[in-house]
C-alpha cells in the first residue's frame, strides 16, 4: 500500500509508477494524515494545506523516493522547504488550478512560514533547518517542473523562492524548469554541483545568478536578464541558448588553462564581457554552433575550445563552431594571453576523429566581425591540437591569422615533392653511385 504521511518533519511521497500530469485519471488529494493510493496508474495532487499555517513544523522538506512519481498542483500556492530526489528516479510537476499555481520553496523567516526541524534519517544531510539547498538532485536522479497549468494557459505554473539558496544538483542529474523563477523580495540563486541545471522560464527574480558548480543551461526563450549580476565560478559553465538576448553581462572567474568558467551556447550575448584571464573560456554552440556577440569586445585574455566535425565543411555552426560579433574585437593582451583548443568531433558529435580528413589546405573562420580585429599577433597565440583526430594521422600543421575582419584558422599539409625536387634527388643519386663505382675500379 502506498501511503503519503504528514506527521513527520519529512515528507515522503513513495508511489508506484503514475500517469505523466495533465492526462486522464482519478486525482487524488491529500485531506488527512495519511492518504492512500490504491492504483497503479494515477496522479498525486499537491495541497497547500497539510504545510502552510502558522504553527511550529508547518513547513517541509519533500523526499520523492518512489520508482516515477508525476504530480498536479491543485492549489495556488504549494509551499515547502526544500524538494529532493536521491533515488535515481525521474519525476515531473505540473499545474492544475484555477489560479497562477505555485510552488514555493524555502522561508521568508517569518512567523507564519515555520520550518519544521529534522529527525528522519533519511533526510539527505545538507537539506534541512537552516539550509540553503533549496532543491537537491543526486544519484542520476532527475526532476522537471513544468509550467503548464492544465485548467489555463493564461496562469502558468511558477516556482518562487522564498529565500536565496542553491539548486544542488550532482553528478549525473538534471532538473529543469520550464516554470518560472520568480522571488519573495530579492533573493539570489546560486547553481552548485556537478549536474545540469536547466532554466527555460522567463525568471523575474531580481538577486544574482551564481554558477558555483556543474553546468547552468538557460534555453527555449528563458532569461536571467532581471538578475543583478551573473558570475561562473571556475569549474563551472554557463550555456547560453536562449532566443532571448543576454543583457547582464556575465562575469568569468577562471584561473588559468586548468580552473575554467566557461560561457557556451548558440545565443546572443547583447552587452561587452571582460575576459582578462586564459581561464575564461569560450566554447561556442552545443557541438558545433555560434556564440554571438552585438556590442564592440575587448579581451585581455580567454581560451577559445573551437571545435569542427567536418573537416571538409563549409558551414559555421553546423561542421564547425564559431564566435561571431556584430561589431568589433580590441585583444589587448601580450604573449601566452590567447589559447585555442582545436577539437575534433565524430560525425555524431562526440569527442574522436574527424570525418572526411584529407591532408589537403583547408582554413574556417573562427572568429568574424563585422568591424574588424585590431591587437591580434599570432605570436600571443598558442594552439594545443592535441585533441585533434583523424582515421588518418595528421602530419601537417595549424596555424592561426588575420584575413581582413576575422581570425581564420587553416591546416597546412606537408607539402608533396615537387618533379624539379625528385629529378634532382634522381641526378644526384646517380652521379654518387658513379662515383663510388669510379672509386671501386681505382
Known amino acids: 500500500m502506498d501511503t503519503f504521511s504528514a506527521s513527520a518533519a519529512l515528507i515522503a511521497l513513495s508511489f508506484a509508477a503514475l500517469t505523466l500530469p495533465g492526462m486522464a485519471g482519478t486525482i487524488n488529494t491529500f485531506t488527512g494524515a495519511t492518504d492512500n493510493l490504491t492504483g497503479t496508474n494515477e496522479n498525486y495532487s499537491l495541497?497547500?494545506?497539510?504545510?502552510?499555517?502558522?504553527?511550529?513544523?508547518?513547513?517541509?522538506?519533500?523526499?520523492?523516493?518512489?520508482?516515477?512519481?508525476?504530480?498536479?498542483?491543485?492549489n495556488t500556492n504549494f509551499h515547502t522547504e526544500s524538494i529532493s530526489v536521491t533515488n535515481g528516479s525521474s519525476y515531473g510537476i505540473a499545474g492544475q488550478?484555477?489560479?497562477?499555481?505555485t510552488i514555493r520553496v524555502g522561508s521568508t523567516g517569518s512567523s507564519s512560514e515555520v520550518i519544521a526541524a529534522f529527525t528522519n534519517a533519511n533526510v539527505p544531510s545538507n537539506v534541512g533547518t537552516g539550509s540553503q539547498d533549496l532543491i537537491f538532485l543526486s544519484g542520476n536522479s532527475n526532476l522537471s517542473i513544468s509550467a503548464t497549468n492544465n485548467n489555463t494557459t493564461t496562469l502558468p505554473m511558477t516556482v518562487q523562492l522564498r529565500q536565496s539558496g542553491n539548486f544542488n544538483i550532482q553528478s549525473g542529474s538534471t532538473l529543469t524548469l520550464d516554470a518560472a523563477v520568480r522571488q519573495n523580495g530579492t533573493q539570489s540563486l546560486t547553481i552548485t554541483g556537478a549536474g545540469l541545471t536547466n532554466l527555460n522560464g522567463v525568471n523575474t527574480y531580481t538577486g544574482s545568478t551564481t554558477v558555483n558548480g556543474g553546468t547552468l543551461v538557460i534555453g527555449g526563450s528563458g532569461s536571467i536578464n532581471n538578475s543583478s549580476a551573473v558570475t561562473v565560478a571556475a569549474g563551472a559553465q554557463l550555456i547560453y541558448s536562449s532566443s532571448t538576448a543576454l543583457t547582464k553581462a556575465p562575469v568569468l572567474n577562471g584561473s588559468g588553462p586548468s580552473s575554467r568558467a566557461i560561457l557556451s551556447g548558440s545565443g546572443v550575448i547583447n552587452t561587452a564581457i571582460t575576459l582578462d584571464n586564459v581561464g575564461d573560456t569560450l566554447a561556442p554552440g552545443n557541438s558545433p554552433g555560434i556564440l554571438s556577440f552585438t556590442p564592440a569586445q575587448t579581451w585581455a585574455a580567454f581560451t577559445l575550445d573551437w571545435e569542427v566535425n567536418n573537416f571538409t565543411g563549409t558551414t559555421a555552426g553546423t561542421d564547425f563552431d564559431q564566435v561571431s560579433l556584430a561589431s568589433s574585437l580590441n585583444l589587448t593582451g601580450g604573449s601566452a594571453s590567447y589559447l585555442l583548443n582545436v577539437?575534433?568531433?565524430?560525425?555524431?558529435?562526440?569527442?574522436?576523429?574527424?570525418?572526411?580528413?584529407?591532408e589537403t589546405s583547408q582554413s574556417w573562420t573562427v572568429l568574424s566581425t563585422a568591424a574588424g580585429v585590431t591587437g591580434f599577433d599570432a605570436a600571443n597565440w598558442t594552439l594545443n591540437t592535441g585533441t585533434f583526430t583523424s582515421a588518418n594521422a595528421a602530419t601537417g600543421t595549424f596555424s592561426l591569422a588575420q584575413s581582413g575582419n576575422n581570425l581564420v584558422l587553416s591546416y597546412n599539409p606537408v607539402p608533396e615533392p615537387t618533379g624539379t625536387a625528385c629529378l634532382a634527388a634522381t641526378c644526384a643519386m646517380f652521379l654518387a653511385r658513379r662515383k663510388r663505382s669510379a672509386s671501386a675500379q681505382a
Do not use: H, R, W
Open 47 to 74: 495541497n497547500s494545506a497539510p504545510i502552510n499555517g502558522t504553527a511550529a513544523g508547518s513547513y517541509k522538506d519533500l523526499l520523492f523516493t518512489g520508482p516515477q512519481l508525476n504530480l498536479l498542483q491543485t
Open 97 to 101: 488550478a484555477t489560479n497562477a499555481p
Open 343 to 358: 577539437l575534433s568531433l565524430t560525425g555524431f558529435n562526440t569527442a574522436g576523429a574527424v570525418p572526411n580528413f584529407a
